[in-house]
C-alpha cells in the first residue's frame, strides 16, 4: 500500500466561494471534484468551466470524479480542465480500458469507480490499466450520507487482487468517511480517503484533514 492521502470532497463545501473555501484546507492531498449530470446520479453539480476555474485557483492538484453518463465522450474534457487524476464510473463506461489509456495518454490519472452493488472480480484484469480504484461507501449522488460497511468486503477483495497482480494502484474510498468509519476502510486497505462533510462541516477544516490522517495511518501501524 502506498502512502495515504486525503483527498476533502467540495460537495459540502460552499459552492459560492469555492477557492476560500480550498484554500482552509492546505494539508489536503488532493481536492475530491464531485461531477454530477442529473442523469447518472440525481443530482447537478458542475461541469469542465467550473472545474478549469477552481484549477487555476489553487495549487492542490484536483480528482474529479465523474459521475455522469458517456462517460468514455465527457471524461478528457476534465482533464484538458486540468485535472490531476479523473475518475468514470464502470457502469457509464463503454470501454474502459480504452477510456483509461485516453486519460492517461492526456496527461491525467486514470480512475475507474464500482457503485456498492458493482463487483470487482469481472474488473481483475483490468486493474494494470488503473492507476486508482474508487469503490463507492454510498450510492452516489448526494453528500452527507452514511456509510456501508457491507462494502468493506469489496475493498478487502479489490485491495488482495491487487496484490496478486503485483500492482501500486491506489484504492480509493468515497462516501460516509469521518473519523468514525477511517480505520475501518484503512484496516480493509484502502489508501486514499474521500471525506466531504466530515471535513467542511468542522471548525478547523484542515485540522479534520490532520486527525482524519492520523487515524488512518494509526489503523495501518496497528
Known amino acids: 500500500m502506498g502512502h495515504l492521502q486525503i483527498t476533502p470532497s467540495i460537495l459540502n463545501a460552499d459552492f ?49 470524479h465523474l459521475m455522469i453518463d458517456d462517460a468514455d465522450r465527457n471524461a478528457p474534457a476534465y482533464v484538458e480542465a486540468g ?83 503485483g500492482i501500486e494502484t491506489w484504492l480509493q474510498v468515497d462516501g460516509g468517511v469521518s473519523l468514525d468509519t477511517i480505520e475501518r476502510c484503512a484496516e480493509a486497505g484502502a489508501d486514499v480517503f474521500v471525506a466531504g462533510s466530515a471535513v467542511f462541516s468542522a471548525d478547523d477544516p484542515d485540522a479534520m484533514v490532520a486527525a482524519l490522517r492520523a487515524k488512518a495511518e494509526e489503523a495501518v501501524r496497528a
Not at 21 to 48: C, K, Q, S, Y
Not at 139 to 148: A, D, I, N, Y
Open 83 to 165: 485535472c490531476g487524476s479523473v475518475t468514470f464510473h464502470v457502469e457509464a463506461a463503454k470501454a474502459p480500458v480504452r477510456l483509461a489509456r485516453e486519460i492517461r495518454a492526456a496527461g491525467a490519472r486514470a480512475s475507474m469507480a464500482l457503485k456498492p452493488a458493482t463487483p470487482i472480480e469481472p474488473y481483475e484484469d483490468l486493474l494494470p490499466e488503473l492507476d486508482m480504484l474508487l469503490i463507492m461507501t454510498v450510492e452516489p449522488g448526494f453528500g452527507g450520507q452514511r456509510f456501508l460497511d457491507l462494502c468493506l468486503p469489496k475493498i478487502r477483495r479489490a485491495r488482495a487482487l491487487m496484490d496478486k497482480h
Open 16 to 64: 459560492g466561494k469555492l477557492a476560500d473555501e480550498v484554500a482552509r484546507i492546505p494539508g489536503a492531498d488532493w481536492i475530491h471534484v464531485d461531477v454530477m449530470d442529473n442523469h447518472f446520479v440525481p443530482n447537478l453539480t458542475f461541469g469542465p468551466t467550473m472545474v478549469e476555474a477552481l484549477a487555476r485557483s489553487t495549487e492542490t492538484p484536483l480528482d474529479a
